[in-house]
């Protein structure tokens, strides 16, 4: 390995890791991108570029970008999309980058790492909070995001990918002091999405385990269950007081039906409510109206909401779809939808041999329901490691299937 390979490794090692920090130094993350892609043309290696562009979901990525590009361009909207444009680019640029590294476990190690540290540092800080304040992350955002190294949303999610990544390495290691590591993250992990109340994570864990029993995964002893079980336990009735706040809006005493509820204190049941409208008032159907307008048109349907105060908080935060489908049928219109649909069925045809694989990819279509990824710095980097990282790992199941089979 040249100089420049050893470079080009380090680097994505490093960004491994500092994604669950990337709220600290946003810019960081796009220079060691640049760096990456500066070294790959000086270190050009047309065989291995070709082999990766060859791929069927690297084609059908590329065929959606381009028709997100001619959109804008019919629309006349190129300066307004631009931002957008280059986030999906910067997506197939990040996949191509990362697959050419060869050292895909030291990155998934670097990356649990990295979650490791940051969910360390928020629980700490979470903590501490708890037993200054007692009041435990209650609904004021300002408060909450300082307890938290990156959103709540997106450390849940990150913490639910190194969680994936742990029962993978657990299964592939040969050494037990690794399988005991491995073991307590799982256990650490799990555990911090209960004291981190992320609603999301806690149902995208629900499914993962329910797919590692159905599986018949067996990943853990008997004495590491029961462990577990307690700690997690003991953990969710240490937090019960902000899980039924979160989960059930306990604190509404004014309202007797959840349905209601739902309704004043779930952002996302008028965001998907007039995201509805749009659509019907657009009209445009196949190609959408694209993301610049769609951002526009929600802003102004949030002053149709009667409540002077959440009206208000709408505007400020200018919410957007909250949902990466309803996004693309808006934006993007039914081609675009199925064109991005077709990239993820194109995924998970990689991934179904492989049960950690095919988690990953669960929980990001999952996460996408709730979350346009693709208008986060932190979501595209993510989402562009995860594919990467699925690949790697079916690419693992198959030497394996091929080595089984030739013995």
């Known amino acids: 390995m040249n100089r420049l390979d050893k470079l080009y490794s380090t680097l994505i090692i490093a960004l491994c890791f500092y994604l669950p920090f990337m709220s600290y130094a946003r810019a960081f993350a796009n220079i060691i991108m640049l760096c990456l892609f500066f070294i790959l043309i000086i270190n050009y290696n047309k065989k291995k570029l070709h082999k990766i562009l060859s791929y069927d979901f690297i084609k059908v990525l590329i065929a959606l970008i381009a028709f997100i590009f001619l959109s804008s361009t019919l629309k006349g909207s190129i300066s307004e999309d631009f931002s957008q444009i280059t986030k999906f680019s910067q997506v197939a640029i990040l996949i191509v980058l990362f697959c050419i590294s060869t050292r895909k476990k030291t990155m998934i190690n670097a990356f649990i790492i990295g979650t490791l540290l940051s969910s360390i540092i928020t629980c700490f800080n979470i903590v501490c909070h708890y037993f200054n304040s007692l009041d435990f ?5 300002s408060v909450i995001n300082d307890l938290f190294t990156i959103e709540r949303l997106y450390l849940g999610y990150y913490v639910i990918v190194a969680l994936t990544l742990c029962f993978h390495m657990h299964e592939t290691t040969n050494k037990q002091i690794n399988k005991y590591v491995y073991s307590v993250l799982i256990l650490f992990f799990t555990t911090c999405l209960f004291l981190f109340s992320s609603r999301s994570a806690i149902i995208i864990l629900a499914v993962i385990f329910i797919s590692y029993s159905l599986k018949n995964l067996k990943v853990i002893n ?6 577990s079980v307690i700690l997690i336990l003991g953990t969710i009735l240490f937090n019960t007081k902000t899980l039924a706040k979160r989960f059930l809006y306990s604190g509404d005493e004014t309202r007797k039906s959840f349905i209601e509820k739902v309704k004043i204190h779930e952002p996302r049941y008028d965001i998907w409510k007039f995201s509805y409208q749009i659509f019907k008032e657009n009209k445009s159907y ?83 329901l709730i979350e346009n990824i693709f208008h986060r710095q932190l979501g595209v980097f993510i989402f562009a490691f995860i594919i990467v990282w699925i690949f790697h790992l079916t690419e693992l199941e198959n030497e394996k299937n091929t080595s089984s089979r030739l013995s």
């Open 137 to 141: 992350l209650l609904l004021k955002s």
């Open 222 to 227: 008997l004495k590491f269950a029961a462990i």
């Open 286 to 368: 196949f190609f959408g109206s694209g993301p610049q307008k769609i951002k526009d048109d929600l802003i102004d349907k949030y002053d149709n909401i009667s409540i002077a105060e959440r009206r208000k908080w709408f505007k400020e935060r200018q919410f957007n779809t909250h949902n990466q489908f309803i996004d693309f049928i808006l934006s993007y219109g039914a081609i675009g939808l199925m064109l991005f649909l077709f990239f993820l069925f194109k995924i998970v045809l990689i991934s179904y041999k492989n049960i950690h694989a095919l988690n990953l990819i669960v929980g990001l279509i999952l996460f996408c």
